[in-house]
């Protein structure tokens, strides 16, 4: 089966070292999301839940889903773990009445990692409403996916990364895309720092700098 392009999706996304358009990154981990986000009206009681881990383009996807549906036809809540329960319940039930407040729709964006205990819902009825939505999960970068990740990061920092540093770099890393996004920024400084390209020394200390000097020399 063919893996999805990795450059289907593009939003405007300030960086530090240009500005320029970010890719969502479209792979087996985020392909089903990307596929439920394109019917709102198709969602049990037009509400859907998006989690995932840090850092895995949650907020990207609510924008994307947005600008694909319409800003009237589609609500979105990020964040949705640090917004008061008893607001968030009269927002699911305005969706039944004929409409949220800005849509016909409603995505609820929530930082639920497993690692971090998940969203946990104090209110009963809000719990109940929120099960009963649909829910869609960013899944863990694969190799393929997590090497497209770390060219698009060096891409939007306008670092230069050689042939084979996919290769070399995911193996020693942590899968996952905080780790990863870390790991570019760390070679990004670290090249900077030492005012040379982003070669295999470069990267060798920044694993070094985030894993310790073993991992450097895995495989």
Do not use: C
């Given at each position: 089966?063919?893996?999805?392009?990795?450059?289907?999706?593009?939003?405007?996304?300030?960086?530090?070292?240009?500005?320029?358009?970010?890719?969502?990154?479209?792979?087996?981990?985020?392909?089903?999301?990307?596929?439920?986000?394109?019917?709102?009206?198709?969602?049990?009681?037009?509400?859907?839940?998006?989690?995932?881990?840090?850092?895995?383009?949650?907020?990207?996807?609510?924008?994307?889903?947005?600008?694909?549906?319409?800003?009237?036809?589609?609500?979105?809540?990020?964040?949705?773990?640090?917004?008061?329960?008893?607001?968030?319940?009269?927002?699911?039930?305005?969706v039944?009445?004929?409409?949220?407040?800005?849509?016909?729709?409603?995505?609820?964006?929530?930082?639920?990692?497993?690692?971090?205990?998940?969203?946990?819902?104090?209110?009963?009825?809000l719990?109940?409403?929120?099960?009963?939505?649909?829910?869609?999960?960013?899944?863990?970068?694969?190799?393929?996916?997590a090497?497209?990740?770390?060219?698009?990061?060096?891409?939007?920092?306008?670092?230069?990364?050689?042939?084979?540093?996919a290769?070399?770099?995911?193996?020693?890393?942590?899968?996952?895309?905080?780790?990863?996004?870390?790991?570019?920024?760390?070679?990004?400084?670290?090249?900077?720092?030492?005012?040379?390209?982003?070669?295999?020394?470069?990267?060798?200390?920044?694993?070094?700098?985030?894993?310790?000097?073993?991992?450097?020399?895995?495989?």
């Amino acid at each position: 089966m063919s893996r999805p392009s990795p450059s289907q999706i593009a939003l405007p996304l300030a960086v530090r070292r240009t500005s320029q358009a970010q890719r969502i990154i479209v792979g087996a981990a985020n392909a089903h999301v990307i596929e439920a986000l394109r019917d709102p009206l198709g969602w049990p009681f037009h509400v859907a839940v998006l989690t995932g881990p840090p850092r895995s383009g949650k907020s990207l996807l609510g924008r994307w889903a947005q600008g694909l549906a319409g800003e009237d036809a589609l609500e979105v809540i990020d964040d949705a773990e640090t917004i008061d329960e008893t607001e968030l319940f009269h927002r699911w039930n305005a969706v039944q009445q004929g409409g949220s407040r800005e849509g016909a729709a409603l995505l609820i964006v929530a930082n639920a990692a497993e690692e971090s205990g998940g969203w946990r819902i104090a209110l009963p009825d809000l719990a109940s409403r929120i099960g009963a939505s649909l829910h869609v999960e960013v899944g863990t970068p694969d190799d393929s996916f997590a090497a497209d990740l770390l060219r698009a990061h060096a891409e939007a920092r306008g670092l230069s990364l050689p042939e084979g540093a996919a290769e070399y770099l995911i193996p020693r890393t942590t899968r996952s895309f905080a780790a990863i996004e870390t790991l570019v920024a760390t070679i990004d400084r670290i090249s900077l720092e030492r005012q040379t390209p982003a070669t295999m020394s470069v990267w060798r200390a920044a694993l070094e700098a985030l894993h310790g000097p073993e991992q450097s020399r895995l495989f």
